[in-house]
């Protein structure tokens, strides 16, 4: 289990000291802020610097569960997975061998996203004549019961651009 090191903590008179304020004090119990729990004071060493770290020995697993310096490592694996599958299900976006069209110089050219002309790739927009048709989902009538179609109430934005 990976912990977080933590840069506050409390002492049984509920006062609160950093690592390098807690190494200068008196020994001590220090105690989480968030879980209560006890915490070892590490010195700074090896290019380290000084923090608390949770001590497992007097550590509850409800304790543990609810302490977000202890579950950070957890919740980010869980992050991650979520944001994989986010990811997965994107659409694959890429700039090679598509036809572009520079606005700066109105050259037309197919390939990487670059226009030899102008040196860069920032005045190029995708050529839409060439490009896949925009996926519109046909209207649904609010009168699908009795067979009517209703006007749509927000206008369609694309259709006024072909």
């Known amino acids: 289990m990976q912990m977080t090191p933590q840069y506050l903590a409390i002492n049984a008179a ?28 590490h010195k700074a060493s090896d290019g380290l610097e000084a923090c608390f770290t949770h001590d497992l020995l007097c550590l509850t697993p409800s304790k543990a569960e609810s302490c977000p310096y202890i579950a950070e490592e957890r919740k980010k694996h869980d992050r991650l997975a979520y944001l994989r599958q986010i990811v997965e299900q994107l659409p694959l976006y890429t ?43 046909r209207p649904c009538s609010r009168f699908i019961l009795t067979g009517e179609l209703d006007d749509l109430e927000t206008p369609d934005i694309l259709s006024s651009l072909y």
């Open 14 to 41: 509920g006062k609160y000291f950093t690592p390098w304020n807690a190494i200068k004090a008196p020994v001590q119990t220090w105690f989480c802020t968030s879980c209560l729990s006890e915490l070892r004071l």
């Open 95 to 137: 700039n090679q061998g598509k036809d572009w069209r520079c606005v700066l110089c109105q050259q037309d050219y197919h390939g990487h996203k670059f226009c030899v002309i102008c040196g860069s790739g920032i005045y190029s927009i995708e050529d839409v004549s060439t490009a896949l048709p925009v996926y519109s989902p």
